[in-house]
C-alpha cells in the first residue's frame, strides 16, 4: 500500500497553507474483504494439499512452515492497514473542525470560498463551501485563514 506524504501547516494570521490528503492512495475498505480466506480455510488447504502431495517427493517441513508463517505475515498485513486506515479517518475527522471558516482554494484554482461544513468519506474529504461550491480535499488544496 503506498501512503503519501503528509504536510500541515498552522496558520495564525492571513496565511496561506497547501494541503497534502494522507490517504489519497489509501486502500478502500474492500481490501481485507477480498482477503477472504481465513486461518481455518488456510489450514483447510494445507491439509489438502499434504494428503495430495506426491508420495515419492513429499512436501518438506521447513516448506510447510514458510507456508504459515507467510500466511501469518499477510493476515497481520490486512489488520495493520485496516488500522492505520482507521487513524487516517480520525485524523481527517480532527482536521475537519479547523477547516471550517477557512478560505478554500480549489488545486485547479476554479472554486474558491469560505469552508461551511466537510464531509469525510472512506477515500475523501469534501468541503462545501458558504456559496454551495464543493472541493474534494487533495493535492494542491489551499487554505488561507483570515482570524
Request: glycine share 6%.
Amino acid at each position: 500500500m503506498a501512503v503519501d506524504s503528509t504536510t500541515s501547516a498552522t496558520s495564525t494570521s492571513t496565511t496561506s497553507s497547501t494541503y497534502t490528503n494522507p490517504w489519497a492512495n489509501a486502500s478502500s475498505s474492500s481490501d481485507s474483504s477480498d482477503a477472504s480466506m481465513d486461518y481455518d480455510n488456510f489450514l483447510q488447504l494445507l491439509i489438502a494439499q499434504m494428503q495430495n502431495q506426491d508420495p515419492t517427493d513429499p512436501m518438506d517441513a521447513s516448506e510447510q512452515v514458510a507456508q504459515l508463517a507467510t500466511f501469518s505475515q499477510v493476515e497481520q498485513s490486512i489488520k495493520t492497514n485496516t488500522l492505520l486506515k482507521s487513524m487516517l479517518i480520525s485524523e481527517a475527522l480532527t482536521k475537519a473542525g479547523d477547516m471550517v471558516g477557512n478560505t478554500v482554494t480549489s488545486s485547479d484554482g476554479e472554486t474558491t470560498g469560505t469552508v461551511s461544513s466537510v464531509q469525510v468519506n472512506d477515500d475523501s474529504v469534501v468541503l462545501t463551501t458558504s456559496d454551495g461550491g464543493s472541493v474534494t480535499l487533495q493535492t494542491g488544496v489551499e487554505f488561507a485563514s483570515g482570524s
